[in-house]
């Protein structure tokens, strides 16, 4: 397995792991060089910082990997090397919340910052106000999907893509869109039938990716399953990229679409060699990763100083720097390899997907899900 349900503990001085891998060499970048506080922060914000002193910890609830983590939380030791031990998880998206609302009926959290690709979770989360009203001095530099929500921030915008076996499928067969899909199902049948991978819908993550690109054919006039409909038949569904990764890797699959990049890109180190990917250039989701400090935790001016860190110009290059997409509009391919910037100018602006918080009621999903399965081969 590429991706684990694993806990990692950050200590200062290095990283130690609690049953985790070391990332793959190449896999995640150096951490950006430290950057002084910048002049727009408020005077008072040394107030968060002094108060975090007596803190010295932060657990942090996620469904990313170790590796993910490591140039975000080296580069934050360096500016508050009191913050001693911050562990992370790697759970499901749903299942970051689901454990948060379990320790909290308890009176026990452990969580002060919460990161997630979960939209409807994020958003009744909000709606309760079981998230801190907390104002960043970091909003002013984003873009309007920063802070979507009551006390939700995006973490980072990232960008889907395709993946497919290299070594078993000629450079000229190579997909880079949906359509080009379709054309390969419509020419060889039997050779891709079953031999297409994607996300489930029954996976929060799948099923937030799938109801937005049917939802933006909608807004856009166009028929909203024609696509599924044609590849539907020869797909079979997973719950995360990681097996999606192995098997494509192995030739299970041939390729597949709607891929995290934030497993594809890292690991490319590992298996660069059998699988390559591309950018939906007809439709490239980008995903809005929400993060958070829950309204009650144990560690709260630390999960503020980590937030507003992640948000800043140096922690959006380490955002990039291990694994995932940046999206402040003043990080540059010069210091992580791909930007929302970035993505945007190479596909087009008008065949960006974004994966927000509009996904409509909760009976709406379910009844697309349904749709959606019907639909598989």
Not at 130 to 136: G, M, P, T
Not at 173 to 189: C, D, M, N, Q, W
Not at 221 to 230: L, M, N, R, S, V
Request: hydrophobic share 35%.
């Amino acid at each position: 397995m590429l991706r684990g349900g694993v806990a990692a503990a950050f200590a200062l001085g290095g990283i130690a792991t609690a049953g985790a891998c070391a990332p793959p060499e190449g896999a995640v970048g150096p951490p950006a060089r430290k950057e002084p506080r910048p002049g727009y922060y408020p005077a008072d914000y040394d107030r968060i910082v002094e108060a975090s002193k007596k803190e010295r910890e932060l657990t942090i609830y996620s469904n990313m990997d170790s590796y993910n983590w490591q140039p975000v939380i080296e580069g934050f030791q360096r500016h508050y090397p009191w913050i001693e031990k911050i562990s992370s998880t790697n759970l499901g998206s749903g299942e970051v919340f689901q454990r948060y609302y379990a320790e909290s009926s308890r009176g026990n959290t452990r969580t002060s910052l919460m990161v997630s690709g979960a939209p409807q979770n994020w958003s009744d989360m909000s709606r309760d106000k079981r998230v801190a009203d907390y104002r960043s001095p970091e909003l002013s530099r984003l873009p309007d999907f920063g802070r979507p929500l009551r006390g939700v921030y995006t973490f980072s915008a990232d960008v889907i893509v395709l993946a497919y076996n290299k070594i078993l499928m000629e450079a000229s067969e190579r997909p880079s869109s949906l359509a080009e899909i379709v054309e390969l199902t419509e020419r060889e049948p039997d050779r891709f039938r079953h031999m297409i991978t994607t996300y489930t819908t029954n996976a929060s993550f799948g099923l937030a990716i799938h109801r937005a690109y049917n939802l933006w054919l909608q807004r856009g006039g166009k028929d909203p399953w024609e696509t599924y409909d044609a590849l539907l038949p020869f797909t079979r569904a997973e719950e995360s990229s990681g097996p999606m990764l192995d098997k494509i890797a192995s030739g299970e699959y041939l390729l597949g679409y709607f891929m995290s990049s934030t497993i594809v890109f890292p690991q490319q180190v590992q298996v660069g060699k059998a699988v390559g990917w591309s950018y939906i250039r007809d439709a490239s989701p980008l995903f809005l990763r929400g993060m958070g400090v829950p309204a009650r935790c144990p560690h709260p001016n630390t999960g503020r100083l980590m937030l507003d860190y992640i948000l800043s110009h140096e922690g959006q290059v380490n955002v990039g720097r291990g694994g995932f997409t940046p999206y402040r509009e003043d990080v540059t391919t010069k210091e992580t390899p791909h930007t929302y910037t970035s993505i945007t100018e190479e596909v087009g602006a008008d065949n960006i997907v974004l994966i927000g918080y509009d996904q409509g009621t909760e009976k709406e999903q379910e009844a697309f899900s349904e749709e959606w399965v019907k639909r598989l081969g």
